[in-house]
Structures are given as C-alpha cells and as structure tokens.
C-alpha cells in the first residue's frame, strides 16, 4: 500500500523567501504523485501532478516539483514566496488502480 | 468553479439525525469520491464510485452509505449522527484517478 510523509505540520518563511516543502512516499510500484492547496473554507485544489516523463514538474503559481526516485521525494519548492501562498498544503500518491492516499499537510506561513 | 458541486454547504443537525450530502460531479467524470477532513484524522478517503457502481471502500462507518444514480451525480447519507461525525466531507471527481481528482469545496457538517 502506498502511504506519504510531510515533513512539519507547519512552515513559516518570510515574504519573498524559498518555500520548500516536503513530501517523502512509499511505494512498491511507479507512484503518481500530486500536490494539492487547500485554502481556508475551501476545497482542494490541484497544484501540480507527476505521472511520467519530466521528473520537475511545474505548476500553479510559481509552484514546482521534483520527483527524486532514489529518495523517494516529492518537494514543493517556489522560488519567492508571497502572501497570498498561505493556505495548507498537501501531498498526495496512487498507483494504477488504487486511490488517491493523502499526507498530514503542512500549513505554510508567510511573513511579511 | 472547480466543476464539482456539493450541497448543501453548512449543515447542522442534532445527534441521532441522518442527513444526505449531494455531490454533482464534473462533467464527463465517471468516478466519484468521497472523503472526510477533520482536524484529529486529516484527510480519511471514505469511498468511490464509478459509472454507478461501487469501486472501494475505505474508512466508511457502518452508519454512512453512499451511492451514485445513473445521472452519475451521488450521495453519501450519514445516519444516527454523533458528535464525532462533525467535519468537512468533499466529493472529487476524476477521469482518470491517475491523474488526479478535482474536489467540490465540501460540506461542513456540524453535529451538536
């Protein structure tokens, strides 16, 4: 069964900082991995994904990720963070055929 | 507008009620998913649905059913309510579940 690790509930960088934030998977077959933004009272929304092919992925919002099969890694990374990028954070894996498992989320701070 | 819709968005219900909460999923998606978010279990995926027929089964109470009618829109009915049943349920919808679901933004239900 597949499962994902965010490493830190919580995250808090400075207006205009890197925000990296983790996501480690287990899996015994090639997972499809996703990033999702939860903002407050509202649903989820989809970031970015990794299916195939390119292991950087780009996505909303200045938002990227990179899949590191050897660390079994799925880092969210955005450049230069603003504001308006508080909100939790969640990753996500599945594998053909099985649903979509969650991570704990980390909720990202941004200081001003 | 994600394209999935969810009503009602706010309910509140006494203990040892039932209510329904409806899902319209986004068109041309067959499959249908329901989850359950609350603070102490995160994101806990309940069950799935596709072109009508039941698919999995994850931590779904006895108490709650669900299904989907053939205009593909579902329900999920959560009976004999306790207050531990208070959260956030969100329906996604997908095409592929390989390539990510797209959430409504959830019904809060409030138990008192």
């Known amino acids: 069964a597949q499962s994902v690790t965010q490493l830190g509930s919580h995250v808090s960088v400075s207006e205009g900082a890197l925000v990296l934030l983790r996501c480690n998977y287990s899996?015994?077959?090639?997972?499809?991995l996703f990033w999702y933004v939860q903002y407050p009272n509202q649903g989820l929304q989809l970031l970015l994904k990794?299916?195939?092919?390119?292991?950087l992925v780009k996505g909303i919002n200045g938002f990227e990720a990179e899949f590191k099969k050897s660390e079994t890694s799925f880092h969210l990374t955005k450049p230069s963070a603003h504001m308006s990028d508080a909100a939790e954070y969640f990753c996500?894996?599945?594998?053909?055929?099985?649903?979509?498992?969650f991570g704990a989320g980390t909720i990202l701070r941004v200081k001003s | 507008d994600s394209g999935v819709t969810q009503t009602p968005k706010h309910l509140i219900t006494a203990t040892g009620q039932r209510v329904t909460l409806r899902c319209s999923p986004r068109?041309?998606?067959?499959?249908v998913y329901w989850y359950q978010q609350s603070l102490d279990q995160g994101l806990q995926f309940l069950i799935q649905?596709?072109?009508?027929?039941?698919?999995a089964k994850g931590n779904i109470l006895e108490r709650f059913s669900a299904q989907q009618f053939p205009d593909l829109h579902s329900e999920l009915n959560l009976s004999s309510l306790e207050l531990g049943d208070s959260a956030l349920y969100f329906c996604?919808?997908?095409?592929?579940?390989?390539?990510?679901?797209?959430f409504g933004s959830g019904t809060r239900l409030t138990v008192v």
């Open positions: 996500a894996v599945t594998t053909h055929g099985n649903k979509l498992v």
């Open positions: 899996s015994s077959v090639p997972p499809y």
């Open positions: 996604a919808s997908s095409h592929d579940r390989n390539y990510g679901y797209t």
């Open positions: 649905y596709y072109n009508g027929e039941e698919r």
């Open positions: 990794y299916t195939t092919g390119a292991t």
């Open positions: 068109s041309g998606d067959l499959s």
